[in-house]
């Protein structure tokens, strides 16, 4: 008898964790695809809000196109049954819950500001494209385990202001600068809804957020060169910057000969070829550029005495980064001996370091492309993106797609319908292989 009822508990357990396993997410369903036109029609609907008269968009952080194009969204997020509210830093976040009532969110979204006299795509791509991944699983009746958090950032074009906000780095001097709508940061964030003095209240911790997931257009032109369909971004580069000053002595250009001159600027001129010389002279996607230079006192008959230049260095890892500095720096010495010049670098503080996107996660886009016969590249991404403070709290992954002869942050910027369909498409089954895989290793 009691083996009897053994056996009968057993049955229960046995029917009640297939009944569970039933209802849990299988497979993403082979045709499950985004709306192609909606997703065209929508972002166009979205670059009214802020056009200038050449086709440009000035839908600065916290201008009044600004706050219509939140509007805008917001409409839309309903439209896709998402829970809306804004957050104490303004950033717009659309909620659907999902089966598992006590896991952290899947995120994804993007940033709506634009540059001044800015493209249709850039930021803009990133949040319709979410909007619509959580309509077409509203419309499919697909419920994740994760709940689905579509995300607005707040001012991303400003210095990355919500994202900031969210990781809990965005420090007070950030609230008083002056942004690109003429208004601080902090009197934009209340004119859009938010709180300036309860942002503690936006900030996430890790593992409150199951991933970060944000597809936007490359901005350069490596994937339309290449004939690629979606870049995997292996992460979001590092950024080095480095006052050079250069001392010489001025002299008079006609009294002094060739071999008695101090001349700075000529050293400047050999430094800038030895950066590009030490940059290319190793594989990698590594970028190094002096793009200032002033050379002092500036006249046609004075040697010049005095250079002041920059030096930018970027790779997705700061130990590139400071191997190339150390070699330029040697370089730099040699030049300095054999123009009879000083030449020194001062670091500066303000530099991003790299944050490499989550392995895991660059995998689900991979296969994701390969699925629906995508072909792929793994690629850094030179632009900051608010993917990289998100990297620090949550594994994070970030998607590619063309832009039409590597043109952004002008009314130029381009990216073809077919390409924005397919990465909103990518982007989608990610999602789910994120929330299935996340399933099963906490179940
Ligand atoms: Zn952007």
Same mark, same amino acid.
């Given at each position: 008898?009691a083996k009897l009822?053994l056996?009968?508990?057993?049955?229960?357990v046995?029917l009640? $964790?297939s009944? $569970?396993?039933?209802?849990?997410l299988?497979?993403?369903p082979k045709?499950l695809?985004?709306?192609?036109?909606?997703?065209e *029609?929508?972002? $166009?609907?979205?670059?009214?809000?802020?056009?200038?008269?050449? +086709?440009g968009?000035d839908?600065?952080?916290?201008s009044?196109a600004?706050?219509q #194009?939140r509007?805008? @969204?917001? %409409?839309?997020?309903?439209?896709a049954?998402?829970?809306?509210?804004?957050?104490?830093?303004?950033?717009?976040?659309g909620?659907?819950e999902?089966?598992g009532?006590?896991?952290?969110?899947?995120?994804? +979204?993007?940033?709506?500001?634009?540059?001044?006299?800015?493209?249709?795509?850039?930021?803009?791509?990133?949040?319709?494209?979410?909007?619509?991944?959580?309509?077409?699983?509203? !419309?499919?009746?697909?419920?994740?385990?994760?709940?689905l958090?579509?995300?607005?950032?707040?001012?991303?074009?400003?210095?990355?202001?919500g994202?900031?906000a969210?990781? #809990?780095? @965005?420090?007070?001097?950030?609230?008083?600068?002056?942004?690109?709508?003429?208004k601080?940061?902090?009197?934009g964030?209340i004119?859009?809804? #938010?709180?300036?003095?309860?942002?503690?209240e936006?900030a996430?911790?890790? #593992?409150d957020?199951? /991933?970060f997931?944000?597809?936007?257009? !490359?901005?350069?032109?490596? @994937?339309e060169?290449?004939?690629v369909?979606?870049g995997?971004?292996?992460?979001?580069?590092g950024?080095?910057?480095?006052?050079?000053?250069?001392?010489?002595?001025?002299?008079?250009?006609?009294?002094?000969?060739?071999?008695?001159?101090?001349?700075?600027l000529l050293?400047a001129?050999? @430094?800038i070829?030895?950066?590009?010389?030490?940059?290319?002279?190793?594989?990698? %996607?590594q970028?190094g550029t002096v793009g200032?230079?002033?050379?002092?006192? +500036?006249?046609?008959n004075?040697?010049?005495g005095?250079v002041?230049? =920059?030096?930018?260095?970027r790779d997705?890892?700061?130990e590139?980064i400071?191997s190339?500095? /150390?070699?330029?720096? &040697? !370089? $730099?010495q /040699?030049?300095?001996q054999?123009?009879?010049?000083e030449?020194i670098?001062s670091?500066i503080?303000?530099?991003?370091?790299p944050?490499?996107?989550?392995?895991?996660?660059?995998?689900y886009?991979y296969?994701? /492309?390969?699925e629906?016969?995508l %072909?792929t590249?793994?690629m850094?991404?030179?632009?900051?993106?608010?993917?990289?403070d998100?990297?620090?709290?949550a594994?994070t992954?970030?998607?590619?797609?063309?832009?039409?002869?590597?043109?952004?942050? =002008?009314? &130029?910027?381009y =990216? *073809?319908p077919?390409?924005?369909?397919?990465?909103?498409?990518v982007?989608l *089954?990610?999602?789910?292989?994120?929330?299935? %895989?996340?399933?099963? *290793?906490? =179940?």
């Amino acid at each position: 008898m009691a083996k009897l009822s053994l056996i009968f508990l057993f049955a229960i357990v046995f029917l009640q $964790a297939s009944a $569970a396993f039933a209802d849990a997410l299988e497979d993403p369903p082979k045709d499950l695809k985004v709306n192609a036109q909606r997703l065209e *029609r929508r972002i $166009a609907e979205l670059a009214e809000f802020g056009m200038n008269p050449h +086709g440009g968009l000035d839908r600065v952080a916290f201008s009044d196109a600004d706050i219509q #194009g939140r509007k805008y @969204l917001v %409409s839309l997020m309903k439209k896709a049954a998402l829970d809306v509210y804004i957050d104490a830093a303004g950033n717009i976040i659309g909620r659907r819950e999902g089966r598992g009532s006590d896991l952290p969110p899947i995120m994804f +979204g993007s940033h709506a500001d634009t540059v001044p006299d800015g493209g249709k795509y850039d930021g803009a791509l990133g949040v319709i494209g979410a909007i619509e991944c959580a309509q077409v699983l509203h !419309e499919n009746s697909i419920r994740t385990n994760h709940p689905l958090e579509v995300v607005v950032f707040t001012d991303e074009e400003g210095g990355l202001v919500g994202s900031r906000a969210m990781t #809990g780095t @965005l420090t007070p001097d950030a609230l008083e600068v002056k942004s690109h709508s003429g208004k601080t940061v902090r009197q934009g964030i209340i004119d859009i809804g #938010g709180h300036p003095e309860r942002l503690d209240e936006v900030a996430r911790e890790k #593992g409150d957020i199951e /991933a970060f997931v944000e597809i936007h257009i !490359e901005q350069g032109k490596i @994937l339309e060169t290449k004939g690629v369909d979606i870049g995997v971004v292996e992460g979001i580069v590092g950024i080095n910057w480095w006052d050079v000053s250069i001392e010489g002595f001025a002299n008079h250009a006609g009294t002094t000969p060739m071999d008695m001159r101090q001349d700075s600027l000529l050293a400047a001129a050999h @430094l800038i070829i030895a950066v590009n010389r030490v940059v290319t002279s190793i594989p990698g %996607s590594q970028v190094g550029t002096v793009g200032r230079i002033k050379a002092e006192p +500036g006249a046609p008959n004075v040697i010049p005495g005095k250079v002041a230049m =920059s030096l930018e260095l970027r790779d997705l890892s700061e130990e590139k980064i400071k191997s190339l500095f /150390a070699q330029i720096e &040697k !370089e $730099a010495q /040699a030049i300095a001996q054999q123009t009879n010049t000083e030449i020194i670098f001062s670091a500066i503080d303000a530099t991003a370091i790299p944050a490499p996107t989550d392995t895991r996660i660059r995998n689900y886009i991979y296969e994701s /492309a390969k699925e629906l016969g995508l %072909s792929t590249l793994f690629m850094p991404s030179g632009a900051g993106h608010d993917a990289q403070d998100m990297a620090k709290i949550a594994p994070t992954g970030m998607i590619f797609i063309p832009s039409v002869g590597g043109i952004s942050h =002008s009314p &130029k910027e381009y =990216s *073809r319908p077919e390409d924005i369909t397919n990465g909103v498409n990518v982007l989608l *089954r990610t999602i789910l292989k994120i929330d299935k %895989s996340s399933t099963d *290793r906490t =179940s």
